[in-house]
């Protein structure tokens, strides 16, 4: 293999990793489907899951389809065919990895259930190996989008406009936020509807059959941390390579190698994800280092195949920097996802203290458990912010706006082994959830539940992960919009300074939107549990014989409720991202746009982080109370945690994950309607 | 009087109003103190509370007095005496805001409860008159120690160097940090360590003599409400004045009317300030109503005074500025005032909807009432942003950066109506306590109450009008600070360019900082209230007759321990703002700083905002159930409305506020270093 081939076939090559990707997750599927699925009540449960899970995705798409229409016929009078076909291609691409992570997830809890009868490692691999499931199709679909799309703009002209690429992004990022705002109003709605419910009203445990809301809860999980994170990295992942390339074409007009370097560092990465996820293997040590070891390996392998590629591309260096540069700028992404990964396990972990000073705080009261686990959440920002910072100012060192790209890029490429990791967290939650239900033994349940603990982690660790890579992502989309600004205006560099007002008035509206679509989204979960909360009730008073067990509640009434008081929910804070940049675009002009996509990145990363680290926080103090500290379940100190816990999952879970995307749209809009506000 | 003499006389004619304002509010003094003070129950109760309030600001002004001389000598090696002078006369004053604020409200509480033995407008009028006091000395004292200092620079030099004034600010800021931090930790943990163990460990009301915190929870009221708050809008009043001078001197130099024209605008509504407290009257009319008349009627006032001001000082414009302009600026100012007062009414009263969510979401428990509280408390940024982000739009617009700085100074200029209306809530607050400790009839609690209620609301709507001008105030400070770089450096104006990651990194450290300096004061409150909580217990415990009332309890130990917590835990955080600049500074160089003042004004505002205004929105949503309404007092909505505020308690009266002084000390020592970072 020489250069020469690699740069001629770089979009083959990639577009072959996503393939292999996705063979390789099909392969690991069908390991999962010819595992057995248990017995029959198991099977009901886990059907019932299922249908609620389809219904769900079926309503929101339906609604998201509309939306996405009208947006694509405005995109194609505005911006012709190639524009619209690349977001449509966006948008599916981006609702597919969300179905299927979801549909795989739903396939795997059940046999994560039936496999903790054999023990931890079986229940472990199997809920592993769903998660790996989603991972891989995340990225494969993901380059394959991006690579094909590319690839066939390319054979149409041989230096493209990457606008389509753009729109391709703005198709992902859409359904994005519909995914995590529609799919975190469910999952949290259900969650707080059901409980309060069934354990503060009926005092019956959690996840108890006789609850009619249980099996909206049980699906809750699948849509909000399943399909909505996966439809997010994916849309993460794919504009960060779009940014990365158009950053490319913009800096260094012409040379084809910096377009196709983000990807190869994609392509690297993927490869190496799937040689990650071998090493994840649970002997003889505790469930998160085995998680981690994948993770290191992956990271490991993939710095050498960055080094190897880096040298390959760019033997004399680009313009005047230097390849091991561009090398070193690749490095940063992976320190930073180890260092969130690291600063958030600090703060969320049952061992360290941030979780053990919200539980003392919670055996003075419910009061004080939420200052405490404020003061947590508030606290835990500035580390991720400091790293962050200094990885950015690093790889501006190293290789200029460039280097800031591929720092993003290779935090991004890891995405395969991330999700894996992460979606494991919902299935061993499913699985924790039929073993209650079916009322399996005491020692099933001893094995779903340290997984069920250690997901929780996960899902928080991979939630840091995601916002630390979107405000990269973010910040290399910001530099795109300021570069094209530039190229529109034939100018010198257009200067968004800070002594400009309309640059202030941006920063502060755009500081504001994180802020008003965080709480229109805290919002809705009140709105819609409120539904919840009344079919619950309703259930309870009119079908006699639930309270003894003899006669079964209406799941799927429940479920079709919190559908669509989560779709209602979803609509207006889905489209602020879209609607806020065009309004402040052409009323107030580019200089007051610019200030407006760097205002929300910045409030948006410290309201999302602040979010689901807190909430993550205060749901695993509950659970560091369960095990029997500070006096247990049940204890005054149990009681207080158990409403910090209610506080903290639509932070983490709906309003904080849902910034993510939310700070994209607005950037990719900005960058589609730069050339009308010039 | 013609233009030659005003300008001539400038300086004696804002000194001389100042005094008029110190003398008229030592006669309002004298008014007070010739009242009743009431039965020696009474007495013993509020000479309590004052002693309380002495020893606590004692110990506090030794502790800062340490610090200050650290500080004094560092300025007097690196700038010289006139710079320390400044910052001596600063820091002198501002304590004595603070500290005045304080005699006159432990004054007037016992007396306010005398009064209302005879009705409701006795009361009230006692009450304003005591906060007028406050509020007359802090623009007296502030317009004073800008124009006497700058009086006496000028007679040192005709064109004298600005940076004594500044130093000036800083003295007044750096005291304002602490005594925000100090009294703000001090005035919640008091107040919810004393509640935990009195009313829900041993089920006795509030404000009941027999539990040992309540001296310490009402001197909290003073030392934390007016002790803190006039230091603080001493301090922003100060600011605004320093900044716009020394932007006027930066853009206009050598003319001596743009640093005159700031103070001027300053000792007219000083004068409308004193004719609105006339006009504050009860008869027939709502409580509120009475309070917003004074300050309409002020506002009104110095708007026609504005308007002679501006024509008589800028005849001919200011440059290409036409005195119009100048005017339209300044109106600026008072618009924002009063949208701030009407956006922060809406969100905190009983009487809208706001509240009223609150409520409903608090009949499902404890942690709807936070999710619905944090919905609420996030919500309301965005009006406060959209107004402060026209107004400084448009501001710019009339006359340019000097515009912005007018319409601050305008804004400002009213601080000593508004403070009336805020220093009147912790008296009223004192005198129920008063009351309901020495056990007066009914009739006199209904009095009380109704002011109580009111005072809740307006001392949340002077929080919201102190960040909106700290805003303000720190903008302008920010837009001096890139103009003296830009003199200092002799180059084209600096550019802080968000294309510059320096300046991106510098914004989100700079974001990082609010966040991080309200983490701190929130585990601040956590850690000095459990100190209160186990001194409490104690004494119930240790002094047996305490619970049947035979004995009497140990209410300066408790006032002593409270105090030593506070002071302890306000060091750090207070030197956060001092050490943050410097270290940005010299290690990231001027770009970097730069951004880190505008992050964390824009960050800052969010987290302040959110934090005071939620904060009184959880309050009065306790006191809406109180009043019956939703089960009323002792229902399941009525404990979790509790929770909400407990939880608001160091938001809008620790955190929150504390947050003022912080954005605008980062933003002064950076100006101080300025000429050594370029």
């Known amino acids: 293999m020489d250069l020469s081939f690699i740069l001629n076939n770089a979009l083959q090559i990639c577009l072959g990793v996503g393939i ?244 190869l560092i994609g392509a690297i990465s993927i490869l190496t994800s799937i040689v990650g ?53 690749s490095i940063i992404g992976l320190i930073i996802t180890i260092g969130m990964v690291s600063i958030t396990e600090y703060f969320t972990s049952k061992k360290f203290n941030p979780v053990k000073t919200i539980a003392n705080a919670s055996t003075t009261g419910h009061g004080t458990n939420i200052i405490a686990g404020l003061a947590v959440s508030m606290k835990s920002t500035l580390a991720p912010i400091l790293l962050i910072s200094a990885g950015t100012l690093l790889a501006h060192q190293f290789a200029g706006l460039y280097g800031v790209a591929i720092a993003a890029m290779s935090m991004l490429s890891l995405t395969g082994i991330i999700v894996a990791i992460d979606a494991f967290g919902p299935i061993t939650d499913n699985a924790g959830g039929i073993v209650e239900m079916t009322g399996l033994p005491q020692k099933v349940r001893q094995v779903t539940d340290p997984l069920d603990a250690v997901g929780n982690t996960t899902k928080a660790v991979t939630k840091a992960y995601a916002i630390g890579s979107a405000g990269l992502a973010a910040l290399v989309l910001f530099a795109s919009y300021t570069q094209e600004l530039t190229r529109l205006s034939g100018a010198l560099a257009q200067v968004f300074s800070l002594s400009d007002p309309r640059v ?56 079709d409720i919190v559908t669509r008081a989560a779709i209602r929910q979803m609509i207006v804070p889905a489209l602020i991202p879209v609607v806020a940049p065009i309004l402040v675009g052409f009323l107030l002009g580019p200089k007051a746009l610019g200030g407006l996509l760097i205002g929300s990145i910045i409030t948006g990363l410290f309201v999302a982080i602040s979010m689901t680290t807190g909430g993550a926080a205060w749901d695993n103090t509950k659970k560091y109370i369960e095990e029997g500290k500070l006096g247990g379940k049940g204890s005054f100190a149990h009681q207080a945690a158990v409403t910090g816990d209610t506080v903290g999952d639509p932070y983490k879970d709906t309003a904080g994950p849902a910034i993510n995307p939310m700070i994209k749209v607005l950037n990719i809009v900005a960058l589609l309607i730069a050339s009308f506000i010039v």
Request: no cysteine.
């Open 20 to 263: 292999l990707s996705i063979i390789y997750a099909i392969f690991l599927s069908a390991l999962i489907l010819k595992s057995p699925r248990g017995d029959s009540a198991m099977n009901e449960i886990a059907d019932a899951i299922s249908q609620g899970a389809s219904a769900f995705l079926r309503t929101q798409y339906t609604v998201v389809l509309v939306i996405g229409a009208v947006i694509a016929a405005i995109l194609y009078f505005v911006f012709g065919s190639f524009t619209t076909i690349g977001f449509g291609i966006g948008a599916i691409f981006s609702a597919i990895a969300g179905i299927v992570g979801m549909v795989v997830a739903v396939r795997s809890n059940i046999r994560t259930a039936q496999a903790a009868k054999s023990g931890l490692a079986p229940a472990f691999n199997m809920a592993f190996r769903g998660g790996a499931v989603t991972g891989l199709m995340v990225v494969g679909l993901a380059i394959i989008s991006v690579s094909g799309f590319y690839f066939f703009l390319q054979s149409q002209d041989a230096t493209p406009n990457l606008q389509p690429l753009i729109a391709l992004g703005f198709g992902g990022s859409l359904i994005s936020v519909f995914a995590r705002l529609g799919g975190g109003i469910y999952t949290k709605s259900a969650d707080v509807g059901t409980d309060m419910v069934g354990k503060i009203e009926k005092g019956i445990p959690e996840d108890d059959p006789r609850n009619p809301g249980v099996i909206a809860d049980l699906v809750g999980d699948n849509v909000g941390d399943d399909a909505g994170m996966a439809a997010d990295l994916f849309e993460t992942y794919v504009i960060t390579a779009v940014a990365a390339m158009l950053l490319g074409d913009l800096t260094f007009k012409g040379n084809q190698t910096v377009l196709v370097y983000p990807l």
């Open 277 to 329: 996820t071998w090493f994840v293997r649970v002997r003889g040590k505790s469930i998160m280092s085995a998680l981690y070891q994948g993770l290191t390996i992956s990271a490991l392998l993939s710095l050498g195949g960055f080094f190897a590629l880096t040298n390959f591309l760019f033997p004399q260096g680009l313009g005047n920097i230097s390849s091991l540069s561009l090398f070193y700028s």
């Open 504 to 559: 202030i008035v941006g920063l502060f509206i755009g500081g504001a939107l994180p802020y008003f679509f965080g709480a229109l989204a805290m919002e809705a979960v009140g709105k819609a549990s409120g539904a919840v909360v009344d079919e619950v009730r309703r259930q309870f008073r009119q079908i006699k014989g639930i309270t003894e067990g003899s006669e079964k509640p209406e799941y799927a009434k429940a479920v």
